[in-house]
């Protein structure tokens, strides 16, 4: 594979270890890359790890590694119980990541929930900014991920992403995960002629060159704008093969790793979208 070519591979599993499972599961539906939780997704318990286990994902220089912090985290909450929580399991994300060789911890951008936009902003400059100083020159990128734009969301159109940057004073281990069916569902038509040009070219814009780190690949079951953040497999949805395709091709995708989070509870249909994205990638 050429060093200009995006790697495609999947979130995956880590029952039986988090190298060994994980590693398993990826060599089952064929990635070139892979996403792990470091702890429970839905909860804030902050487990350590297996010293084993982290040396073999961090020795395998061969295969990416990203992990995806808790789904609970919120910079933006006005709680500040839960502020407290989100901070604290971020950093453990990115101590673990640190531990696996990981390249990137992936958060979601959040809600302001019953506070002003304004004052999550400030929010977020007073705690994260902290939080980003402390990652080492060797440590993982901070990924910051719209959302599909229910509710209060802090961002969600990729032109969102400026204002938050600029709360962190645009930090040089801030980077981008995008995810397409969350920009789809938030506003950006990547099925229609020219919508992922627009859509990268706008992000572009928005943070500069050199900022996307990660691309989520998940087609929608619902219509652009619909604000429904529901994955479907590659092809299978409302944003279609074609524009996969068309990702693969911008300029600012170049060697950026593919992992899907479609549907599916086995490496069969996960391996089917790998083989599909790899497909387009390589035509």
Not at 26 to 31: L, N, V
Request: hydrophobic share 40%; glycine share 12%.
């Amino acid at each position: 594979m050429s060093a200009e070519k995006s790697p495609v591979g999947g979130h995956v599993p880590v029952a039986g270890g988090l190298a060994t499972g994980g590693l398993k599961y990826a060599a089952k539906m064929g990635a070139e890359v892979i996403q792990v939780f470091t702890s429970n997704p839905r909860g804030w318990a902050l487990p350590e790890g297996n010293p084993a286990e982290d040396a073999l994902l961090r020795e395998r220089d061969d295969i990416p590694v990203y992990v995806h912090s808790p789904y609970l985290v919120n910079f933006g909450s006005p709680s500040a119980e839960t502020l407290e929580k989100s901070l604290a399991t971020v950093r453990h994300s990115l101590r673990r990541g640190h531990a696996i060789g990981a390249l990137g911890v992936v958060v979601h951008t959040g809600s302001a929930v019953s506070q002003t936009y304004d004052e999550a902003m400030a929010q977020i400059h007073e705690h994260v900014l902290p939080l980003l100083e402390e990652i080492p020159e060797d440590g993982p990128h901070l990924l910051l991920e719209p959302m599909a734009g229910q509710g209060a969301m802090l961002c969600a159109m990729v032109q969102d992403l400026g204002p938050y940057f600029d709360a962190l004073e645009r930090h040089p281990r801030l980077g981008v995960c995008l995810d397409t069916c969350h920009a789809f569902a938030a506003g950006h038509d990547l099925a229609a002629p020219g919508g992922v040009k627009a859509t990268l070219d706008a992000l572009v814009d928005t943070v500069g060159e050199g900022r996307l780190k990660l691309v989520h690949a998940n087609d929608s079951k619902d219509v652009c704008g619909s604000k429904k953040d529901r994955h479907e497999n590659i092809g299978k949805g409302h944003i279609g093969e074609a524009a996969f395709a068309e990702l693969f091709r911008h300029p600012e995708v170049a060697g950026v790793p593919f992992v899907i989070e479609t549907p599916g509870r086995d490496a069969g249909p996960h391996g089917e979208d790998v083989a599909t994205l790899k497909r387009l990638r390589d035509s």
